[in-house]
């Protein structure tokens, strides 16, 4: 069975700091990784990866995919309120397009 | 309107009813998924279709799920015989493509569903 394990599970940072969130996976068939933000509606669209060890950007977000260790890392860079949130992971298996979510990391950036 | 729309937005019901909630995705989406997100389960995908299948496979946790997809925008999930344990927010997003390979999801803003 397809896994996605998130951590931490919450953190609590103040304004300014760096975060890291981690995503784990074990997936049969990969095709790519997505992260996303979901505040108190829908989730948003972060980025999505599909190749190992090339750094994806967006202003203070990052995001780099490891295929050998399985993994994934989210990096928030100077911290502001805005980014409290839910990130979650989500992994797509190549068969049958299925979406794997993680539990989520729940980020509370205090001012 | 121009996204994901889903109906209703809360849902009360009883243990034992059957439940329909309603999402109407973007036009031309071919790819059209269903979550449910539990506090201290995360999400987990209950089922998909894509392209103009009209049913859609039954996912976790059991077959008292399914989707029907009457139009290619429209999709209706179906809860049989709700349990406490379905109370949870649903979620319905899109695709544009098949599977998530344009790295985007649209997701609606979720229906709440309340089983007592």
């Known amino acids: 069975e397809d896994k996605v394990v998130q951590s931490p599970l919450s953190l609590v940072v103040h304004e300014g700091d760096t975060v890291t969130l981690n995503c784990s996976y074990e997936v049969t068939n990969f095709r790519s990784l997505l992260w996303y933000k979901q505040e108190k509606k829908a989730p948003t669209f972060l980025f999505m990866l599909t190749s190992s060890g090339i750094e994806k950007k967006s202003g203070r977000l990052s995001s780099i995919l490891d295929k050998k260790e399985l993994f994934s890392i989210l990096n928030i860079t100077a911290t502001q309120t805005g980014d409290s949130a839910i990130y979650l992971c989500?992994?797509?298996?190549?068969?049958?397009?299925?979406?794997?979510f993680g539990e989520g990391t729940q980020l509370t950036v205090n001012p | 309107g121009a996204g994901v729309s889903q109906s209703p937005r809360y849902k009360v019901a009883k243990r034992g009813r059957d439940v329909a909630l309603r999402c109407d995705s973007i036009?031309?989406?071919?790819?059209l998924y269903w979550y449910r997100q539990t506090l201290g389960q995360g999400s987990e995908v209950l089922t998909y279709s894509q392209s103009d299948a009209q049913r859609d496979k039954s996912g976790r946790p059991s077959g008292r799920f399914s989707a029907e997809r009457p139009e290619r925008s429209v999709s209706t999930l179906k809860i049989q015989r709700t349990e406490q344990g379905d109370s949870a927010v649903y979620l319905c997003a899109s695709s544009r493509s098949l599977g998530a390979n344009t790295g985007e999801l649209f997701f609606g803003e979720g229906s709440r569903l309340t089983v007592l």
């Open positions: 036009s031309g989406h071919v790819t």
């Open positions: 989500a992994v797509e298996e190549t068969s049958g397009s299925r979406l794997t």
